[in-house]
């Protein structure tokens, strides 16, 4: 990272790091750029590179000592230090919504970038031997990634408010350098740990491509592309549970009469809902409306007089049920004829619950499917470290409570917001939850333009060896 010094004319002017004087344009490094490759420039914090060339927007030609050659573009940024210097425009919390644990990224990359060195033969490419530098980092290492992408929407979303005020609009333009020399906005710098970790699978798909099978680092170097998709799937499905509890909490809060724990205090994923018929040994048949989270089952009752309001009548867990298949006909210890039954019992015990009935075989068939994934659902959370902490959970509900205004909202029968209007995503899911997390990147993107790829995969990849 560079905080960049434009100059120009002959009138020098200071704006925080920023000086300009002359005809030339300089840059000094804040951060080391470590490369593998001739013509890439190597620089230490503190050097000052010369600005030559900056036609193309990726990567620029400079000067550095008596050399002269390519260095990428994006490490001529200097905002996050930029930001802390005018305490008067960003508070602490701003800082940290924009710039999330972008520092602990660096550090961590910096260290990753030292242990591929170790591994990396420059002499014969081709033996280097990196798929263990990978695994090493695929637990807690590379997991400083999910934070900063499950935050980056609300990074975007703060800066696209203070891009609205003048002030904010210009020192953002002042830290990117001269306008008509970068075209890569400071939204699309904060991008760049996003596109990071999506690319690693890529990277490593391509290096495992050109790796032979009797290659030392072959088995390495497979085991380190399983461990970086599952990695990449890993934040995914942290960012999409993060979304989800938002819209379970506003689902909470437009509930009447709700009672007990909050949804969210055990769940994190809505997995099937619909109508179904409970039946009890003491009591009348009833239609209720339910709702399969992780961990716990939520039934309630339609309003009388306005079908869209829901009423809270009671909860299961999950955790202690066992769900068995009925076959239609007469249940003599409830004295009814049943059709299209399940029976929920005690797991341990195997005690009676209740019966849930189905209208059609079809909604039966997709119950009992959804009973399985809510099951597997639960064993994939536990065995990928899918959490969401207490806090997050708590700002949820907290956020879903809160009106524009700012104050706490209170649910009442003539002020509740229809849960089944307000909050299509609960009924659009349905059963379509897949049976495992899929292995997917958190964000599709395109390669970006280069002049160059000058990174270290790449040249291991590109190497005449694995060519032939």
């Known amino acids: 990272m560079l905080v960049s010094f434009p100059i120009l004319g002959h009138v020098s002017k200071m704006f925080g790091s920023w000086i300009i004087s002359g005809h030339a344009v300089y840059a000094e490094a804040l951060w080391d750029h470590v490369t593998m490759e001739e013509q890439e420039l190597a620089f230490k914090a503190g050097d000052v590179i010369r600005l030559l060339d900056a036609s193309h927007k990726d990567w620029w030609w400079g000067r550095g000592g008596d050399r002269e050659a390519w260095f990428p573009s994006s490490f001529v940024r200097g905002y996050i230090r930029q930001c802390r210097k005018n305490s008067s425009m960003f508070t602490e919390l701003q800082l ?10 660096y550090r961590f990359q910096r260290q990753f970038v030292r242990e591929l060195e170790k591994k990396y033969n420059k002499e014969e490419p081709h033996l280097s031997e990196i798929g263990s530098c990978f695994l090493m980092q695929v637990g807690e290492g590379f997991s400083i990634y999910s934070e900063y992408c499950n935050t980056h929407p609300a990074a975007c979303a703060e800066l696209q408010r203070l891009m609205k005020m003048g002030k904010y609009k210009h020192f953002f333009e002042a830290c990117r350098l001269l306008q008509q020399m970068i075209d890569i906005s400071i939204a699309g710098f904060l991008l760049t740990p996003v596109q990071k970790i999506c690319k690693y699978p890529l990277q490593l798909g391509e290096l ?13 170097v497979s ?36 009672e007990g724990p909050d949804v969210l205090e055990r769940s994190s994923e809505l997995i099937h809902s619909g109508e179904l018929t409970r039946a009890v040994r003491q009591g009348k048949p009833q239609q209720r409306s339910f ?27 999950m955790d202690k049920i066992e769900v068995v298949d009925v076959a239609d006909g007469r249940d003599s210890d409830l004295g009814l004829t049943l059709k299209n039954a399940l029976r929920l019992r005690h797991a341990s ?7 849930l009935c189905c209208r059609k075989v079809e909604d039966k068939q997709r119950w009992l499917e959804a009973f399985a994934k809510e099951r597997q659902r639960v064993k994939e959370d536990e065995e990928m470290g899918i959490d969401i902490s207490d806090e997050q959970r708590k700002q949820a509900i907290a956020n879903a409570r809160r009106p524009k205004h700012g104050k706490i909202k209170t649910v009442g029968y003539a002020d509740s917001v229809p849960p089944h209007q307000n909050l299509p995503p609960l009924q659009q ?7 495992s997390v899929p292995q997917q990147q958190v964000f599709s993107l395109a390669e970006p333009p280069r002049r160059k790829p000058y990174h270290l995969l790449y040249s291991i990849t590109r190497s005449a060896f694995f060519k032939k």
């Open 96 to 105: 940290k919504t924009i710039f999330s644990n972008i520092e602990d990224i």
């Open 208 to 220: 495992l491509k050109y790796t032979p099978k009797d290659h030392r680092d072959h088995t390495g």
């Open 223 to 258: 085991q380190a592309y399983e461990a970086m998709k599952k990695v990449a799937s890993l934040i995914n499905e942290r960012k999409r549970r993060l979304e989800s509890i938002d819209t379970i909490a506003h689902w909470q809060v437009a509930i009447l009469h709700w």
């Open 291 to 317: 709702f399969l989270f992780d961990h716990q089952l939520v039934y309630c009752k339609k309003d009388v007089l306005r079908r869209d309001l829901l009423h809270y009548r009671g909860r299961l867990d």
């Open 349 to 355: 015990t195997l005690e009676f619950m209740c019966m």
């Open 429 to 435: 899911r349905h059963i379509t939850i897949p049976t």
